[in-house]
């Protein structure tokens, strides 16, 4: 997501066509066009990089050829704009990921502009070509978009967190909720003329607190702050030392500082505010991490909030991730943010590697205990430093409610769970309770661990969690477990391997609730589902029944979703 920064503007090319950007996007036709997209499937084997266009090369082509015949004299050049050309665009809609889309008016050509929103008018820099799109950078607007509210965070215009902060929430939802259906139409290849997919489709389930949600944040040092080019120009190069705060949209090299992040609670703002104040001090030698020379002690700054599941208090961890094994210079930090009611655990996670990550060989207790607890659905977790949770408590706990629901258990405790990708077994505990056995599975050793952990933390006997690879399952793959009535699936964004769809389409399990944070991957997955893989000689059984696009992150492109599959 880079920044708009301030430029020259090159004069526009006089070429007719790039006149004609926006000539038929007057507001009513914007507006009920808004928020469309196409996609394009890729191969089985791919499963990140799903091209997600907004028309697919073979509509380009069409539309070259049928305007073709009307514009003889235009030429290839004018339809491909080139690399570092200047032009004058309207945003017509959102893509899946947040990126504004514009076209050329007479060839329906794509152009792609990140900060770009529905209405917006802006003079743009074409960065990038691709076969069938190009990318756009946005220099400078003319007229803003529709739905405009003022962003309350300073850093909204440059951070790579928030994209859609000056977009009201209300579109935000209708963006989403379109993305979501055109996804599922597109790369599932479900259709609208399907009165059984009409009716599986619901709206979106907003989320009530669209500021203040997150559970935890990751901030990094930096050896100089980024500062977005129009600051450069107007305030001192004073500013641009030592940087805490999150990394410049597209950049693993440059931070932005932050003092105050929106997106975290009050309290986790005070600790960041707090080590802010001091950490540059040069008394305390404590110098940030470079990643071209490897060298620095402070890499990172996670900021972890939970709450007290007896008096109901919030409760904070603080984790400073270092280069090096020397807690003890951590100390003056530590001093300060003691002071700070809420934190109640200070860790320092050892990295000694040369990669970004946050998780450490070794791990420190500095402060009070080594973990905090949270309540979802009922149940008591205990979270550490480096263990998954869902990051939108009040949020996750809708989420779960609806995967019950999806469930449809009996009540009467017969029902086996197979609960894949299961993490810390927060699904699969959240409906234990109710059903005969769940038996999950998952890559990470020590999500597993943290799993086993928290079904005795709650008491619960009847489940149980394997380490294994799910993508590489294969013929024996829980051939000694009893066979599931109920499959819940929550991969990760590439989706699951055509090893496991063909697993669960051999199994034929009553219901698989397919859980998913990518609603591309998500939509090709149920595709062969419920259609099949002809050319691997997989046949579908299943049936499409729900289909429920959640809000777990307002104003990100994030989408989360929840999906009922049922046996034919």
């Known amino acids: ?78 339809y491909y704009p080139k690399r570092g050309q200047t032009l004058e665009l309207v945003c017509e809609s959102l893509a899946f990921k947040g990126k504004g889309v514009c076209k050329v008016a007479d060839t329906g050509f794509v152009l792609m502009c990140d900060r770009a929103l529905p209405g917006e008018r802006f003079i743009g820099r074409v960065t990038r070509k691709k076969d069938n799109y190009a990318e756009v950078k946005k220099l400078k607007t003319i007229t803003p978009h529709f739905d405009y509210v003022e962003a309350p965070c300073e850093y909204a215009s440059h951070c790579g967190g928030c994209k859609t902060q000056n977009l009201s929430y209300e579109a935000q939802l209708k963006a989403k909720e379109q993305q979501f259906h055109d996804l599922v139409v597109h790369v599932g290849k479900f259709s609208d003329q399907d009165p059984e997919f009409a009716g599986a489709m619901k709206p979106i389930v907003p989320c009530d607190i669209q500021f203040h949600y997150r559970n935890k944040m990751e901030f990094s040092f930096g050896p100089k702050g980024w500062v977005p080019a129009e600051q450069l120009q107007e305030n001192s190069t004073d500013e641009c030392g030592y940087a805490l705060g999150l990394h ?20 986790a703002n005070e600790v960041l505010a707090t080590v802010q104040e001091c950490w540059r001090d040069p008394e305390l030698g404590l110098s940030p991490w470079n990643v071209h020379s490897h060298s620095g002690f402070l890499k990172h700054l996670m900021l972890r909030s939970g709450r007290n599941t007896e008096t109901g208090l919030p409760e904070l961890m603080v984790n400073f991730v270092t280069s090096s094994d020397n807690p003890e210079r951590l100390r003056p930090l ?25 998780v450490g060989e070794k791990e420190h207790t500095l402060y009070g205990k080594s973990t905090i607890t949270e309540t979802l659905r009922g149940l008591t977790f205990q979270i550490s430093a480096n263990s998954f949770f869902q990051t939108n408590t009040q949020q996750a706990d809708i ?80 051939s000694n477990l009893p066979k599931p009535d109920i499959v819940i699936t929550d991969p990760n964004r590439p989706g699951m391997h055509i090893k496991l769809i063909k697993f669960l389409l051999k199994l034929r399990a009553s219901r698989i609730i397919y859980v998913s944070c990518n609603p591309a991957t998500c939509a090709r997955d149920l595709n062969y589902l419920c259609y099949g893989v002809p050319e691997q000689n997989m046949e579908g059984h299943y049936r499409l029944s729900s289909l429920q696009p959640v809000d777990m992150f307002p104003h990100t492109p994030h989408i989360e979703c929840v999906c009922l599959l049922e046996l034919r």
């Not at 299961?422 to 699969?428: A, F």
């Open 334 to 358: 530590v001093e300060k943010i003691t002071t700070i009611p809420e934190v109640v655990s200070i860790v320092n996670n050892v990295n000694t590697s040369i990669g970004n990550t946050s």
């Open 399 to 478: 989420l779960y409610k609806l995967i019950e629901d999806c469930a449809f258990l009996k009540g009467d405790g017969s029902e086996i769970v197979l609960d894949l990708f299961c993490g810390t077994g927060t699904i699969g505990l959240t409906l234990a309770q109710r059903v005969k056995h769940v038996y999950g599975f998952e890559v990470v050793a020590q999500a597993v661990s943290d799993a086993r952990q928290n079904a005795t933390l709650n008491c619960i006997n009847n489940a149980t969690f394997i380490e294994g690879d799910l993508n590489k399952v294969d013929a024996t793959f829980a």
């Open 248 to 267: 410049a949209p597209g950049f693993f090299d440059k931070v932005l500082n932050v003092n105050k992040c929106l997106l975290q609670s009050d309290s």
């Open 1 to 78: 997501m880079g920044a708009a920064a301030t430029f020259g503007l090159r004069s526009i090319n006089s070429n007719t066509w790039i006149h004609k950007f926006g000539a038929r996007t007057a507001a009513a036709s914007i507006r009920s066009r808004s928020f469309t997209i196409a996609a394009s499937i890729s191969p089985i084997e791919d499963t990140e990089d799903i091209q997600l266009n907004v028309i697919s090369k073979e509509d380009v082509r069409e539309t070259v050829r049928s305007t073709g015949s009307n514009n003889n004299d235009r030429s290839s050049k004018s």
